[in-house]
């Protein structure tokens, strides 16, 4: 121990999870996948150090030298306790106070994400100061964390001294004996996070394989702990479990746990056979078509929403007409037929304000009267009814539009429990065997593009690259579109099963 460098990226990725820690230093890297939550990350704190220091920021030794108001690409290191540590600082703001540069000297900033200052954060910049001072030959007492909320730049000032201190020699001491590990950690109880991660595709086929109970849709961290201190420790195992007994063993937990348990049971036997359960009707209900709707409606529109939550921008709403064939049937989700639908971009640009968009969705659902709007999740449904009333939408208006959305997904859960460890879009659609036309495509992707195309396109009159952000805007679409189309592909395995 002591040999290795232990970086700051590294004590990041350990305070997230130990398992990616031991993966970056010792993992199999043509495995990793490229995330873009790390992109968007980087994306957020540029623009906070932006508007922190409007002026472009000095590189390196020579930028301190010199006294710049910010500098960037200074690598920092030194030695704890045997530990042989380095760093690389996100931005050094310069403050008052001699320094082996003069008579100044530099603070690190970090660019925060999400609304509170987190243990990583503080560690983080605890290991920037104590580095930083070593090559400053000055103490850092604070540190700077900024954040934008849309509104302006926030700034928080970090004391960097004291138990602070203690808690990094602890962390960095934790950190490098779990790097000398000779097979990585244990799977996370809670897996949901993993969709952020890097190494999520490795983890996946291992608790895959394993039969890891986060894999059951509906257990997390808190019930996957409960379901281990009862000798439960996979999905086979919880599939073979009489849910009577474990009704009455997760009681002391709470009813709501008690209530729970046959649920989860029954699905860990579905995904164990592979096969779906209908699930029975509700008392006093037949089996009812779970898409009453469409009995009589001439065609649907298909609806699905991109956001941008930080900006709180729902910035594009897409529709997918589809219509009855020539004998009055439902098109199938085939892939050659879906590719000739029509598809109805409305972008929704900030500048154009809300107004211009309500108009635009109001006209286009006035040429379809009759059509319901189809959507996966209750994202569209909840931001096109809060849009109509800001808009000032009489009560009939909004009766006669919360009537049209019909929430798949919604409908999907009263009446199946399917083979899937996520009920989600993705999950469900690829089950049914749908394929999105762009590989590695998520929410987060689509996202940035969208930033992307802000920067070239959507604040300058002539952007520098205008293939580029066509390319951007492009590839938006095609997510957008895809994304309704498999909603219907759910829709129709519906409609086959009534």
Same mark, same amino acid.
Request: aromatic share 6%; charged share 25%; hydrophobic share 40%.
């Given at each position: 121990?002591?040999?290795?460098?232990?970086?700051?990226?590294?004590?990041?990725?350990?305070?997230?999870?130990?398992?990616?820690?031991?993966?970056?230093?010792?993992?199999?890297?043509?495995?990793?996948?490229?995330?873009?939550?790390?992109?968007?990350?980087?994306?957020?704190?540029?623009?906070?150090?932006?508007?922190?220091?409007?002026?472009?920021?000095?590189?390196?030794?020579?930028?301190?030298?010199?006294?710049?108001?910010?500098?960037?690409?200074?690598?920092?290191?030194?030695?704890?306790?045997?530990?042989?540590?380095?760093?690389?600082?996100?931005?050094?703001?310069?403050?008052?106070? *001699?320094?082996?540069?003069?008579?100044?000297?530099?603070? *690190?900033?970090?660019?925060?994400?999400?609304?509170?200052?987190?243990?990583?954060?503080?560690?983080l910049l605890a290991l920037w100061g104590r580095l930083l001072a070593e090559r400053?030959?000055?103490?850092?007492?604070?540190?700077?964390?900024?954040?934008?909320?849309?509104?302006?730049?926030?700034?928080?000032?970090?004391?960097?001294?004291?138990?602070?201190?203690?808690?990094?020699?602890?962390?960095?001491?934790?950190?490098?004996?779990?790097?000398?590990?000779?097979?990585?950690?244990p799977l996370v109880a809670d897996r949901k996070?993993?969709?952020?991660?890097?190494?999520?595709?490795?983890?996946?086929?291992?608790?895959?394989?394993?039969?890891?109970?986060?894999?059951?849709?509906?257990?997390?961290?808190?019930?996957?702990?409960?379901?281990?201190?009862?000798?439960?420790?996979?999905?086979?195992?919880?599939?073979?479990?009489?849910?009577?007994?474990?009704?009455?063993?997760?009681?002391?937990?709470?009813?709501?746990?008690?209530?729970?348990?046959?649920?989860?049971?029954?699905?860990?036997?579905?995904?164990?056979?592979?096969?779906?359960?209908?699930?029975?009707?509700?008392?006093?209900?037949?089996?009812?078509?779970?898409?009453?709707?469409?009995?009589?409606?001439?065609?649907?529109?298909?609806?699905?929403?991109?956001?941008?939550?930080?900006?709180?921008?729902?910035?594009?709403?897409?529709?997918?007409?589809?219509?009855? #064939?020539?004998?009055?049937?439902?098109?199938?989700? #085939?892939?050659?037929?879906?590719?000739?639908?029509?598809?109805?971009?409305?972008?929704?640009?900030?500048?154009?304000?809300?107004?211009?968009?309500?108009?635009?969705?109001?006209?286009?659902?006035?040429?379809?009267?009759?059509?319901?709007?189809?959507?996966?999740?209750?994202?569209?449904?909840?931001?096109?009814?809060?849009?109509?009333?800001?808009?000032?939408?009489?009560?009939?208006?909004?009766?006669?539009?919360?009537?049209?959305?019909? #929430?798949?997904?919604?409908?999907?859960?009263?009446?199946?429990?399917?083979?899937?460890?996520?009920?989600?879009?993705?999950?469900?659609?690829?089950?049914?065997?749908?394929?999105?036309?762009?590989?590695?495509?998520?929410?987060?992707?689509?996202?940035?593009?969208?930033?992307?195309?802000?920067?070239?396109?959507?604040?300058? *009159?002539?952007?520098?690259?205008?293939?580029?952000?066509?390319?951007?805007?492009?590839?938006?679409?095609?997510?957008?579109?895809?994304?309704?189309?498999?909603?219907?592909?759910?829709?129709?395995?519906?409609?086959?099963?009534?």
């Open positions: 121990m002591g040999q290795e460098v232990v970086t700051d990226r590294l004590l990041r990725s350990w305070l997230r999870c130990k398992r990616r820690a031991w993966l970056d230093r010792h993992g199999d890297q043509a495995q990793r996948q490229w995330t873009a939550h790390r992109a968007l990350a980087l994306s957020d704190q540029l623009r906070s150090f932006q508007s922190l220091l409007p002026q472009k920021p000095g590189h390196g030794e020579a930028a301190a030298v010199a006294a710049a108001p910010g500098v960037v690409g200074l690598r920092l290191a030194g030695v704890t306790d045997g530990l042989r540590l380095e760093a690389h600082p996100a931005l050094l703001e310069r403050v008052q106070g *001699p320094s082996v540069w003069g008579e100044h000297a530099y603070r *690190p900033v970090l660019g925060r994400q999400g609304r509170n200052l987190t243990r990583e954060h503080r560690l400053q030959q000055a103490p850092v007492p604070h540190a700077l964390v900024v954040a934008g909320d849309g509104q302006g730049l926030q700034q928080e000032r970090l004391a960097l001294g004291g138990g602070l201190q203690r808690q990094l020699d602890e962390a960095l001491q934790r950190l490098a004996a779990e790097l000398e590990r000779s097979s990585p950690p996070k993993c969709v952020l991660c890097s190494w999520r595709g490795v983890c996946d086929r291992e608790a895959a394989a394993a039969g890891h109970l986060s894999e059951v849709s509906g257990i997390g961290g808190k019930r996957r702990e409960m379901l281990l201190e009862l000798g439960i420790e996979s999905l086979p195992q919880l599939a073979g479990t009489d849910p009577a007994w474990l009704a009455e063993e997760l009681a002391v937990h709470g009813e709501q746990h008690r209530e729970i348990a046959g649920q989860l049971v029954a699905q860990a036997r579905v995904q164990a056979a592979g096969a779906p359960e209908r699930l029975p009707p509700q008392p006093g209900q037949g089996q009812r078509d779970l898409l009453p709707e469409l009995a009589t409606a001439p065609g649907v529109l298909l609806y699905d929403i991109e956001s941008d939550p930080d900006a709180r921008d729902d910035f594009l709403h897409g529709f997918v007409l589809v219509q009855r #064939d020539a004998a009055g049937a439902w098109p199938l989700a #085939d892939p050659a037929a879906m590719a000739q639908w029509r598809y109805i971009p409305l972008l929704a640009r900030l500048e154009h304000g809300e107004e211009r968009l309500w108009r635009r969705l109001q006209a286009l659902l006035a040429r379809y009267p009759g059509w319901p709007l189809l959507h996966y999740g209750e994202t569209e449904a909840i931001s096109l009814v809060r849009l109509a009333q800001r808009m000032g939408a009489r009560e009939s208006e909004l009766a006669a539009l919360r009537g049209r959305l019909i #929430d798949v997904h919604a409908r999907l859960r009263q009446g199946w429990r399917l083979p899937v460890n996520s009920y989600g879009l993705k999950a469900v659609a690829s089950w049914r065997g749908f394929r999105w036309s762009q590989s590695g495509v998520d929410g987060a992707r689509c996202l940035l593009w969208w930033r992307q195309w802000r920067h070239d396109w959507g604040t300058r *009159p002539q952007p520098a690259n205008p293939a580029g952000a066509r390319r951007a805007l492009e590839r938006i679409f095609t997510y957008n579109r895809d994304d309704n189309l498999a909603t219907w592909a759910v829709t129709r395995w519906l409609l086959d099963q009534a």
